[in-house]
């Protein structure tokens, strides 16, 4: 009896502390341990990593809109010793000046996800060889010399529909 007790105790008293020392996650949580970095995506959007990108996840294909599929993606990259502003004028200038130069920016707020302050930018952007313009929202953020950069991305007439979600899993995004 004493034995078995004493083998209860130190199961409990084990995990206790594993439990202890573990990180939480949420529900619905993707994480990646090697950037130390956690968004919470739509709940049937899969995720892929072969898209330039950390991490993208897309939205179920729909059959009746052929010519695009709804996406967030996640990239990190180093910032040097710039500002959260002079990233965003920099870098997301170039990103998005790459297409044909006639970007538009229709606006720019602060937005914060978890304990970070950052900026959000709604871009309509001209892709050469579609007749549709893509429409993205990016939230940047600058920690630790690093820039985080989430996107979401839609065409035009759809994008009413995604802004609630995109804001909703930008709100998600955490760094270790």
Do not use: H
């Amino acid at each position: 009896m004493t034995t078995r007790l004493t083998t209860v105790v130190a199961l409990i008293l084990a995990v206790a502390v594993t439990d202890g020392c573990s990180r939480k996650s949420r529900a619905g949580e993707y994480y990646d341990e090697a950037k130390k970095f956690s968004i919470i995506p739509p709940a049937s959007w899969e995720p892929r990593t072969d898209k330039g990108v950390d991490v993208v996840f897309e939205s179920p294909t729909d059959r009746r809109l052929p010519m695009y599929q709804e996406n967030i993606g996640v990239a990190i990259e180093a910032s040097g010793s710039r500002s959260l502003d002079d990233f965003v004028r920099v870098s997301m200038t170039a990103m998005y000046g790459k297409t044909r130069g006639d970007q538009v920016t229709a606006s720019a707020t602060d937005f914060d996800f978890g304990n970070i302050k950052a900026k959000r930018l709604v871009i309509v952007t001209p892709v050469e060889g579609r007749s549709v313009p893509i429409q993205t929202v990016a939230y940047v953020a600058v920690k630790e010399k690093k820039a985080y950069i989430i996107t979401g991305s839609t065409i035009p007439e759809r994008f009413s529909t995604f802004e609630a979600t995109f804001d909703a899993c930008a709100r998600t995004f955490r760094v270790e």
